[in-house]
């Protein structure tokens, strides 16, 4: 594979990434995403940048893979969390470094920011693919329990 390049997506790539968040969903949890609706949330976000960011990566000029990123203030420690989400690397190319370019991106980017005190994510607990990759990063599981009250 040749050189990955990672760097924020643009509006015109939407449609990939909302792809990417169905086959995620369906993968990580048995979940079919209405494609109108996972289309809207991702041209929502880039409609937004106070919310977030998309991270792509590249191989051989094709998108493959992409992360989310959203922000959470820390009253405690007076900086950010950067929340990692709907990180996705196509199948066929997974083992071959791209999330591992992708968090190189995201460490350099925070280091610039100089208000970010650290990531966080979620990972469902049947999917020992993404809990390996978290680990393989130096992220440790922490003792929290994720409650949500859908409306």
Known sequence: MSEIKVRQAT???ARRLADFNQALAMETEGLALSETTAMSGVVSL???PER???LVAEADGVLAGSL???YEWSDWRNKMFWW???YYVKPELRGRGIYDAMDR???ELAAQDGHVCGFRTYVAKGFKP???VCRHLGMVEKDY???EDLL
Do not use: R
Request: hydrophobic share 50%; no cysteine.
């Open 46 to 48: 880039m409609g937004h």
């Open 52 to 54: 977030g960011f998309y």
């Open 68 to 70: 989310l990123v959203t």
């Open 105 to 107: 991106k995201l460490q």
């Open 84 to 86: 990692i989400s709907s």
């Open 130 to 132: 993404a809990q390996d």
């Open 145 to 147: 329990l994720v409650f």
């Open 11 to 13: 509006a015109a790539e």
